[in-house]
């Protein structure tokens, strides 16, 4: 009779509880393992957000030991992208405490690791910007602008948009114009179609006097946004600047009909920004200034020898005003004219002086010249004319003299 067998006493049983056991042991190590991890992240956040923290309450030594402890428990247990983002926090806080030796070596050492990351390569523009040495900021700013960036292309777009600003705008403050000047070319030709960035940049290039490009962004700017007050403003102080009287009396008059239309709107804010009101006086200054140029130029076309002869004095009289006045503030004697122009300047009314005109209009070109010295020379004593009429003369004259060979 053979021996009674227990199941229990089986290799095969044996070796299933084995392996039973040793798979209960991997997943409880397996857990306590992620646990692990898990608390090595969470508590590398929570130490990121305290220095972020400290850094907004003005902090950054405190903030410097946070960032340091997120990133010994960030290492291995975050994502590449969230690791960076926890070093570039490090060296904003190393730069705060004036750790800018220690910061670059940090930057470099992350540049060494990537050196096509757009992040890392502009917070190296902006620290070489700050300690000074120009051929590195230019090159780093433009490594930002061609490298990568780790987010969404609108994002990407966006974040080389700033970065070529960024580069514009060091640019003008070392005196490097045309530099400048091409830079905001090359981002005017990147930009997306938005309305609000094409109206940026082309204040930008108005600030530039760059008169044409800029209005070429507003254009564009009006097309996506009709109703964008921004760039109606600008596109008329374009058009001012490129002396398109008409067409910067157009725009002027919609920007002011816009500008009122938002104020009446319900629910909008009264208050207005000190730039706000700055670029409204503007758009009014010059909107009198453009209108008075037309008004006041007798060289127009199509006008009759009447109506010149009636500008013309117009013109005179006003510039003679502000220039006796001048004359008088400052004690300077008054420009002579020319025997030719007595008769019609010493005229008994002004009817008599433009009806002798009139039949004498081949001397609008000495007169004018003549109304022209007279504003220069106030100019030149007692500032630039605070009435449109004058301003408009000035402007007159400018012209004028633009167009000579």
């Known amino acids: 009779m053979k021996p009674r067998r227990y199941w229990l006493h089986s290799r095969e049983t044996i070796l299933l509880l084995s392996v039973a056991g040793l798979v209960i042991a991997f997943g409880v190590t397996g857990f306590a393992a992620k646990l ?86 502009l917070e190296l523009a902006r620290l070489s910007a700050r300690i000074g040495n120009d051929s590195d900021a230019k090159r780093y700013y433009n490594g930002a602008i061609d490298g990568v960036w780790d987010q969404n292309a609108g994002e990407v777009l966006r974040h080389r948009l700033d970065a070529r600003l960024e580069l514009y705008h060091y640019l003008i403050d070392h005196g490097e114009t045309t530099d400048a000047q091409s830079e905001l070319l090359a981002t005017a030709a990147a930009l997306p179609p938005d309305a609000s960035l094409r109206t940026l940049v082309g204040k930008l290039m108005l600030q530039d006097r760059q008169a044409q490009p800029a209005l070429e962004q507003f254009e564009q700017a009006l097309r996506l946004d009709s109703r964008n007050y921004e760039a109606m403003a600008g596109a008329g102080e374009a058009n001012f600047q490129l002396g398109n009287d008409r067409d910067a009396i157009r725009y002027l008059e919609n920007a002011i009909r816009l500008d009122l239309q938002q104020k009446r709107r319900p629910g909008s804010q009264t208050a207005e920004s000190a730039a706000r009101e700055a670029e409204q006086a503007q758009v009014m200054q010059d909107l009198a200034i453009a209108q008075a140029s037309l008004a006041l130029d007798p060289s127009r076309p199509g006008l009759d020898p009447m109506e010149r002869a009636r500008r013309a004095i117009r013109d005179y009289d006003t510039a003679f005003t502000r220039m006796k006045s001048c004359a008088s503030e400052r004690g300077i004697a008054l420009p002579v004219p020319s025997r030719s122009l007595t008769p019609f300047i010493q005229a008994a009314s002004d009817d008599l002086a433009i009806a002798a005109f009139a039949r004498h209009i081949d001397q609008l070109d000495p007169l004018m010249e003549f109304i022209f010295q007279m504003e220069s020379t106030a100019t030149e004593n007692c500032g630039a004319p605070a009435d449109p009429a004058n301003a408009a003369i000035v402007r007159l004259g400018n012209k004028a003299g633009a167009s000579r060979p």
């Open 36 to 121: 692990y991890h898990g608390r090595r992240a969470e508590l590398a956040r929570s130490w990121f957000d305290r220095g972020n923290a400290e850094m907004k309450a003005g902090r950054p030594a405190a903030a410097l030991s946070d960032f340091s402890a997120a990133l010994l428990y960030a290492q291995r247990e975050l994502p590449p992208d969230e690791q960076q983002k926890y070093e570039l926090e490090f060296v904003q806080a190393l730069i705060a405490t004036g750790n800018r030796d220690e910061a670059r070596s940090y930057l470099l050492d992350m540049w060494d690791r990537a050196p096509g990351n757009s992040a890392v390569n």
